[in-house]
C-alpha cells in the first residue's frame, strides 16, 4: 500500500468531484473490502469527493458485506435498478418490478441458483441460454447483463449508466466530474457515463483496453492506487491522457482533426476585429454544450446573441447579480451567457473581477462550470490589473477573446497554454503572446490568412505555429450548404463543363447543378476536367470547402480510376457533406 499523500493544496480546481466504482472485483476481494482500500476510501470522503457505489449486488446482500456504506454519498444497486441513500436510508426503484412471469418460467426449468432482487434476476452460466428463450417466449423486452460467471436480467434500459446518472442528478453533479473504476463487463456503461475511466489491473481485457488508465494493481488495491492518486493531484497526469472528449478546434493542411481538451488549458482567440473570433468561439461553445460540459460566458458587449441551452443573465435595462448567475451554475445542466451591456463601461471590470472568485470558488467544490469565456478580455483584464498569486493560479479552463491581446494583463498572458491568431498579420501577434511567456514562437507558413484560417501555436514543446482552418458553427454550417448545395453562384464562380475542345459551355452554379451536370457530360469530357485538377480547384475556390477538394483531389490523382468510378466517388463525397438529393450516380 503506497503511503498516503498529503491533502490537496487549497485553491486548485477541484476537477473530478465524485468517482463511482464498482463493488465485486475492483473495491472489494472476495467480497470483502480490505482495511487498506477503507482508509484510502476516508481519504477521498475527507478531500470533498463524493463516493458512488456502483454494483450488481442486491442491497440485503450488499449492506453486511459492506459496514463502511455509510462513506457512500448514494449506492447504485441491482446494476442499476435501485438507488440507495445510506444517511437516510432512503431507497428508490428506478425500475419496473422483477417479471413474475419470467421467475416462474426460470423456476420450471431449473435455472438455479436464482435470486431475486426488487427489479434484477440473478444466476450464472449457462443459464443465459435458457433466460434468453424464456424472454423471447413470453414477448418481454429486458436484457441479459454479464458480470464475469454471473448473468443478470434487467428491464429495458436499465445499467449502470442510468443508475449513476439518478445518483448525480440528486447530488446536483455532472458525468463529467465522475471517475468511474471497474473490472468487469458490465462496467462498460459505467465508463460510458464518467468523464476518466479506470479499470484495476485484474479488469478483463476489453474493459482494460476501454479504460483511460489502468492501475498497476488488482482489485481492491487498484482502487486505493487510483483513489490517492486523486486525492494528491485530482490524476492530473492521468486526465492530460484521456482522448475520449476532445475540443474541434479544425483541421490541418492534411485535413486531420487539431483539438484541445474540454478543460484545463488556457486557450487565447485574437485577432482583428471581422476576422473570425467570434465565429470559432461560438463552435467551440457549441461542442463544449452538446457534450454536457457547463459553460459560462462573460459578454461586456451583449455580442452573444442566445444560443440553445444558455440562459442570459443581465439585458440593455438592467446588469446581471452574481447571486443569480451563481444560483443558476448550482444546476449541472445550466449554461449561461453573462451580459454586462446594462452596466455603465467602467463598471464592467469591477463586476467581472467581483464575479471571477465566486465561480473559482463553485470550481474548488464541483469543478464547474468547466469552462469560461471572456470576450473583450483586454477590457475586463487589462494590463493595469494585478493579480494574487492565488488568483492567478486559478486561472484554468479559460477562454479568451480578444482584438488586442497587447493590452492583456501579464498574468492573463502568462497563463495561456494555446493561442490562435485570425486576421492581419498572426505571426506577430503569436510571437507577442510566446514573449511574455520568455518563448520563441516560430511558424510553418508566413503572410496573411486566408477567410476561415487561423495559426494556432502551442505553449508546449517546440512545435512550430501551424495553420488550420477553424471549426464553425452549426448555424454557418447550415446557411453554407444550403448556399452552395442549392444557391446561385454568380456566373464568375460558377462551375463550366467545356470539354477538351471547349465545344461545351454547361454552367453549374451550385453542387445540385455539378451533380446533374456530371452525370450527364460524355466520359471524355468528365475525365479532361478531372485530369486536369478542375473539379478540387473549384471546390477550394468557389465552394470554399478545402476539406471537399481535398478528398476530390485525391480522386483526381487516380489516373487508372475509370470515368464511372470516378463520377461516383466525387458524387459521394458531395452527397456526405451536403446531404444532396440522390440522383442516380
Not at 476510501?41 to 458485506?65: C, D, H, N, Q, Y
Not at 465565429?279 to 444560443?307: K, S
Not at 507558413?445 to 487561423?454: D, I, R, T, V, Y
Request: proline letters at 7%; aromatic letters at 4%; a negative charge.
Amino acid at each position: 500500500m503506497p503511503a498516503l499523500p498529503p491533502p490537496p493544496v487549497p485553491g486548485v480546481d477541484m476537477r473530478f468531484a465524485a468517482v463511482a466504482i464498482d463493488y465485486d472485483g475492483t473495491l472489494a476481494k472476495d467480497g470483502v473490502v480490505h482495511p487498506s482500500t477503507v482508509t484510502a476510501l476516508e481519504r477521498l470522503v475527507a478531500s470533498g469527493r463524493k463516493f458512488i457505489l456502483v454494483t450488481g449486488r442486491m442491497l440485503s446482500e450488499l449492506l453486511p458485506l459492506f459496514p463502511q456504506a455509510t462513506l457512500c454519498a448514494r449506492i447504485v444497486a441491482e446494476n442499476g435498478a435501485v438507488l440507495y441513500r445510506p444517511s437516510t436510508r432512503d431507497q428508490r426503484l428506478l425500475a419496473d418490478r422483477a417479471s413474475p412471469a419470467l421467475v416462474e418460467v426460470l423456476k420450471r426449468r431449473a435455472v438455479t441458483p436464482l435470486d431475486v432482487g426488487d427489479s434484477i434476476i440473478a444466476t450464472v452460466r449457462p443459464h443465459e441460454v435458457s433466460i434468453m428463450e424464456a424472454i423471447r417466449d413470453l414477448g418481454l423486452e429486458h436484457h441479459v447483463i454479464f458480470n464475469r460467471a454471473s448473468v443478470m436480467v434487467l428491464p429495458p434500459g436499465i445499467n449502470k449508466a442510468t443508475g449513476l446518472a439518478a445518483a448525480l442528478e440528486e447530488l446536483q453533479l455532472s458525468s463529467h466530474e465522475v471517475v468511474g473504476i471497474g473490472d468487469s463487463e458490465n462496467d462498460h456503461a459505467l465508463f460510458q457515463a464518467s468523464e476518466l475511466a479506470v479499470a484495476v489491473a485484474s479488469a478483463v481485457p476489453t474493459l482494460r483496453d476501454a479504460a483511460d488508465w489502468v492501475t498497476a494493481q488488482d482489485n481492491g488495491a487498484g482502487t486505493a492506487e487510483a483513489l490517492l492518486a486523486l486525492v494528491a493531484d485530482d490524476m492530473a497526469g492521468q486526465a492530460k491522457r484521456s482522448t475520449r472528449h476532445l475540443i474541434k478546434l479544425g483541421k490541418n493542411r492534411t485535413d486531420h482533426a487539431v483539438t484541445m481538451p474540454p478543460v484545463g488549458e488556457n486557450l487565447l482567440i485574437a485577432g482583428t476585429s471581422g476576422s473570425g473570433k467570434s465565429t470559432l468561439a461560438h463552435a467551440l461553445l457549441e461542442q463544449l454544450i452538446d457534450q454536457g460540459y457547463q459553460t459560462c460566458v462573460i459578454d461586456p458587449e451583449g455580442d452573444y446573441p442566445p444560443m440553445e441551452k444558455m440562459i442570459i443573465f443581465g439585458n440593455s435595462q438592467r446588469g446581471p447579480t452574481a447571486a443569480e448567475i451563481i444560483t443558476a451554475l448550482e444546476n449541472p445542466t445550466a449554461h449561461v451567457i453573462v451580459n454586462l451591456v446594462g452596466l455603465p463601461l467602467e463598471d464592467r471590470p469591477a463586476f467581472f473581477l467581483e464575479l471571477l472568485p465566486k465561480l473559482q470558488e463553485r470550481r474548488l467544490l464541483t469543478g464547474r462550470p468547466h469552462r469560461i469565456l471572456v470576450d473583450e478580455a483586454h477590457h475586463l483584464l487589462p494590463k493595469t490589473w494585478s493579480a494574487t498569486r492565488e488568483f492567478a493560479r486559478d486561472l484554468q479552463s479559460m477562454l479568451f477573446v480578444t482584438v488586442h491581446p497587447d493590452r492583456l494583463a501579464p498574468e492573463v498572458l502568462k497563463s495561456i497554454d494555446l493561442a490562435v491568431a485570425v486576421g492581419h498579420d498572426p505571426v506577430a501577434t503569436l510571437q507577442s503572446i510566446a514573449s511574455h511567456q520568455g518563448r520563441r514562437m516560430t511558424a510553418e507558413s508566413e503572410g496573411e490568412l486566408k477567410a476561415g484560417e487561423a495559426l494556432l501555436w502551442h505553449r508546449v514543446g517546440d512545435r512550430p505555429a501551424e495553420k488550420l482552418l477553424t471549426a464553425v458553427p452549426r448555424a454557418e454550417r447550415q446557411r453554407h450548404r444550403r448556399k452552395y448545395a442549392a444557391g446561385e453562384l454568380p456566373p464568375d464562380r460558377s462551375f463550366y463543363f467545356r470539354g477538351p475542345d471547349g465545344k461545351l459551355n454547361l454552367r453549374a452554379q451550385n453542387l445540385i447543378m455539378f451533380r446533374q451536370l456530371a452525370e450527364g457530360v460524355d466520359d471524355e469530357t468528365w475525365l479532361h476536367h478531372l485530369r486536369q485538377g478542375d473539379y478540387s480547384h473549384w471546390m477550394e475556390t468557389a465552394i470554399k470547402d478545402p476539406s471537399l477538394a481535398q478528398i476530390v483531389h485525391e480522386v483526381e490523382d487516380m489516373p487508372d480510376l475509370s470515368a464511372h468510378d470516378s463520377r461516383k466517388r466525387v458524387a459521394n463525397a458531395i452527397e456526405e457533406r451536403y446531404t444532396l438529393p440522390a440522383t442516380g450516380v
